[in-house]
């Protein structure tokens, strides 16, 4: 007889795989299996990130990004400690270098009491103290904020899933889908042979492709993912000491990016960036990979025209300093003037998948999609390795309000 599976998550990022752990841990007769269609977890976002545990500064008092950051922090940080996975709290500084970022960084500093942040004020003088080769009018001190390899956290939950019965299934992707009975057409790269599954419940935590998953099952949103490149470069090594904490720019409030930062990494290196600039291709990393399948769904989506035509400007000095590495240098050098053009060398852009609502609006907080048989993940933009835990243990309880179970829940493992 066919297996049927409890549950089936698609998706081996972060959040898929952080949902099928806590729902193994809960339900540990259950049967779920996770899809992931690369041959290793963690190839798209999770493994493109900047590795920050972010404290949680930016996001709007109430909403699901406050607080599941402010969660995610402790959370992912006993995780690691648990697992002995390498996490430094470094500190972040949010440096002022104008007197309308100073004023911006005035109303960061009230958000971070609005959302139970601790953080300090620096004046110019005490930021060249805590930071020598810093300038800046003044900055804001968060000392909450720690830096990971999130590839590696992603892995240990797997590994952990997997030791509690959870099947991984790599190189199989999601083709097609109905809802009743619950079925997943996945095409296993190797033989490209179509294979046809059961299950009762799915999940999709699918990242740059979240919403071609939420179509195949007819569920009507109003969104589409649209890619945004985050480009970097990497310090050469003499710069590994250049800064004591993590810097960042005061962002511009209307933007949901935070602007090129210098950041400690966890293997001791320094990268600059990421920056923001349209992407061609959802999953190409390559600076000129373009899809003409990924441009051809953009090009008719009218909120990807309103939101370009509405970030115009930036759009098009971002693109430019993509291109023109002095450019790029610039927004580096505006609060750390000692680095030069050779010293920035080649590193791995990542693609971030915002969802875009049809009036053009970014979506700022996360942002989940249901059916009678399925919960889709369609906006988990940065913080969301940070709030992975969270965001899973919030799925495994959306999961058990619809499907009462009848055993006791094990809290989230810490
Ligand atoms: C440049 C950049 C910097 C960032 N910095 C930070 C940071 O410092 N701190 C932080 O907290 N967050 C950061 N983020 C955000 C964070 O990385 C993401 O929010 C998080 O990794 C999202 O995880 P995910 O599991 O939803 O998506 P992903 O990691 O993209 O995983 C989705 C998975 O689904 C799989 N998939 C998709 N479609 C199918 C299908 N049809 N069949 C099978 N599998 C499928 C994909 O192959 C992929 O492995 C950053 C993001 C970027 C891009």
């Given at each position: 007889?066919?297996?049927?599976?409890?549950?089936i998550?698609?998706?081996?990022?972060?959040?898929?795989?952080?949902?099928?752990?806590q729902?193994?841990?809960?339900?540990?007769?259950?049967?779920?299996?996770?899809?992931?269609?690369?041959?290793?977890?963690?190839?798209?976002?999770?493994?493109?990130?900047?590795?920050?545990?972010?404290?949680?500064?930016?996001?709007?008092?109430?909403?699901?990004?406050?607080?599941?950051?402010?969660?995610?922090v402790?959370?992912?940080?006993?995780?690691?400690?648990?697992?002995?996975?390498?996490?430094?709290?470094?500190?972040?500084?949010?440096?002022?270098?104008?007197?309308?970022?100073?004023?911006?960084?005035?109303?960061?500093?009230?958000?971070?009491?609005?959302?139970?942040?601790?953080?300090?004020?620096l004046?110019?003088?005490?930021?060249?103290?805590?930071?020598?080769?810093?300038?800046?009018?003044?900055?804001?001190?968060?000392?909450?904020?720690?830096?990971?390899?999130?590839?590696?956290?992603?892995?240990?939950?797997?590994?952990?899933?997997?030791?509690?019965?959870?099947?991984?299934?790599?190189?199989?992707?999601?083709?097609?889908?109905?809802?009743?009975?619950?079925?997943?057409?996945?095409?296993?790269?190797?033989?490209?042979?179509?294979?046809?599954?059961?299950?009762?419940?799915?999940?999709?935590?699918?990242?740059?492709?979240?919403?071609?998953?939420?179509?195949?099952?007819?569920?009507?949103?109003?969104?589409?993912?649209?890619?945004?490149?985050?480009?970097?470069?990497?310090?050469?090594?003499?710069?590994?000491?250049?800064?004591?904490?993590?810097?960042?720019?005061i962002?511009?409030?209307?933007?949901?990016?935070?602007?090129?930062?210098?950041?400690?990494?966890?293997?001791?290196?320094?990268?600059?960036?990421?920056?923001?600039?349209?992407?061609?291709?959802?999953?190409?990393?390559?600076?000129?990979?373009?899809?003409?399948?990924?441009?051809?769904?953009?090009?008719?989506f009218?909120?990807?025209?309103?939101?370009?035509?509405?970030?115009?400007?930036?759009?098009?000095?971002?693109?430019?300093?993509?291109?023109w590495?002095?450019g790029y240098?610039?927004?580096?050098?505006?609060?750390?003037?000692?680095?030069?053009?050779?010293?920035?060398?080649?590193?791995?852009?990542?693609?971030?998948?915002?969802?875009?609502?049809?009036?053009?609006?970014?979506?700022?907080?996360?942002?989940?999609?249901?059916?009678?048989?399925?919960?889709?993940?369609?906006?988990?933009?940065?913080?969301?390795?940070?709030?992975?835990?969270?965001?899973?243990?919030?799925?495994?309880?959306?999961?058990?309000?619809?499907?009462?179970?009848?055993?006791?829940?094990?809290?989230?493992?810490?």
């Open positions: 007889m066919k297996k049927v599976y409890d549950y998550i698609v998706g081996g990022g972060i959040v898929g795989i952080s949902t099928a752990w729902l193994q841990q809960r339900h540990p007769d259950k049967s779920i299996l996770v899809l992931e269609k690369e041959a290793g977890l963690s190839l798209h976002q999770t493994g493109h990130n900047s590795g920050v545990i972010h404290a949680g500064v930016y996001y709007a008092p109430g909403s699901l990004k406050a607080e599941f950051c402010r969660e995610g402790d959370a992912t940080i006993n995780f690691c400690k648990k697992h002995e996975i390498p996490v430094e709290n470094c500190g972040k500084l949010l440096v002022a270098t104008s007197a309308l970022e100073m004023e911006r960084m005035q109303a960061l500093y009230e958000r971070c009491g609005t959302n139970g942040i601790e953080v300090d004020l004046d110019a003088e005490q930021l060249k103290e805590a930071e020598p080769n810093i300038v800046g009018l003044g900055a804001i001190r968060v000392k909450t904020t720690s830096i990971v390899n999130y590839r590696l956290v992603t892995e240990k939950m797997a590994e952990e899933f997997v030791a509690a019965g959870g099947e991984l299934s790599m190189q199989t992707e999601v083709v097609d889908m109905a809802e009743s009975p619950l079925t997943i057409t996945v095409k296993a790269i190797k033989n490209n042979q179509p294979v046809s599954l059961e299950g009762r419940f799915l999940v999709s935590c699918s990242g740059l492709m979240a919403d071609r998953v939420t179509k195949m099952l007819d569920i009507e949103t109003d969104f589409q993912i649209i890619p945004y490149r985050g480009e970097y470069y990497r310090l050469s090594s003499k710069h590994n000491q250049v800064v004591n904490h993590l810097i960042y720019p962002p511009d409030p209307e933007l949901p990016f935070l602007g090129v930062h210098l950041t400690r990494m966890i293997d001791g290196s320094v990268t600059v960036g990421p920056n923001a600039v349209q992407g061609w291709k959802r999953e190409g990393y390559g600076r000129i990979n373009i899809s003409l399948k990924d441009i051809w769904d953009m090009v008719r009218p909120g990807f025209w309103k939101a370009s035509f509405a970030n115009l400007k930036t759009g098009l000095i971002e693109t430019k300093n993509s291109w590495k002095p240098l610039k927004l580096v050098n505006k609060y750390c003037p000692m680095i030069k053009l050779e010293d920035l060398k080649a590193y791995p852009a990542g693609i971030r998948a915002q969802a875009v609502m049809k009036d053009g609006s970014l979506v700022h907080d996360f942002l989940f999609a249901e059916s009678k048989r399925s919960l889709h993940v369609c906006n988990a933009p940065s913080p969301a390795a940070t709030s992975a835990i969270p965001i899973g243990n919030y799925i495994c309880d959306k999961i058990d309000e619809r499907q009462p179970v009848t055993e006791s829940k094990v809290p989230v493992a810490a």
